[in-house]
């Protein structure tokens, strides 16, 4: 059974970093690009970041381009998200998600909730 | 403001069918065979219910169905159930650098 577990989230103040992990099983992970999506509260779903299966090749959202990294640790079955620069428009659930193609999304993680606040 | 619009709401009765849009343009849903749909209960992550416009993961009822028109796709959902009330989005291909673009969603009540 495929299961996405994403944790790290917390409240941090305009500015600061925070990272986020999420770990794999049930797939052989490294054959699979990873991406993370955020749902701001209240909101609808936004795509962040994508990290393809040897970790090569990254592509962003443009507004998070030169603050937020997508790393994985193909040995460890896990990705990361590192947020840096943080601001209040960046609060939001981010989930952890397995892209099929450059289509759709197949599973999800739980979810981690990051309020960036003063 | 998502890239996709869809209606914040819509609502039927047991057993009748609903059907939700989703709009977008010639760069999205218009341009790739890549809608999808998600369903998503509150504090929940996202279910995929349908991917590639039409097709359903092992597991979702055949009740739910898609279709795409031009830059419309619609997600129809067949005989309502109560559990079938949650929030729906769809979703689109849109490029390498979008990657995928997402509706604000839809919040189905089953009256």
């Known amino acids: 059974e495929v299961q996405l577990v994403d944790s790290g989230g917390g409240l941090v103040q305009p500015g600061g970093s925070l990272r986020l992990s999420c770990a794999a099983s049930g797939f052989t992970f490294s054959s699979y690009y990873m991406s993370w999506v955020r749902q701001a509260p209240g909101k609808g779903l936004e795509w962040v970041a994508n990290?393809?299966?040897?970790?090569?090749?990254?592509s962003y959202l443009e507004s998070v381009k030169g603050r937020f990294i997508i790393s994985r640790d193909n040995a460890k079955n896990s990705l990361y998200l590192q947020l840096n620069s943080l601001r209040a428009e960046d609060t939001a659930v981010y989930y952890c998600?397995?892209?099929?193609?450059?289509?759709?999304?197949?599973?999800w993680g739980p979810g981690t909730l990051v309020t960036v606040s003063s | 403001q998502s890239a996709l619009t869809q209606p914040p709401s819509a609502s039927g009765s047991p057993g009748q069918s609903v059907a939700i849009s989703c709009t977008g343009t010639s760069s999205d849903v218009g341009g790739y065979n890549s809608v999808s749909w998600y369903q998503q209960y509150p504090g929940k992550a996202p279910k995929l219910l349908i991917y590639e416009v039409t097709k359903r993961p092992s597991g979702v009822p055949d009740r739910f169905s898609g279709s795409k028109s031009g830059n419309t796709a619609s997600l129809t959902v067949s005989g309502l159930q109560v559990e079938d009330e949650a929030a729906y989005y769809c979703?689109?291909?849109?490029?390498?650098?979008?990657?995928?673009?997402f509706g604000g969603g839809t919040k189905l009540t089953v009256l």
């Open positions: 998600a397995r892209p099929r193609g450059w289509s759709y999304f197949d599973y």
């Open positions: 990290i393809k299966e040897d970790g090569s090749e990254k």
């Open positions: 979703g689109s291909s849109a490029g390498r650098n979008n990657f995928v673009v």
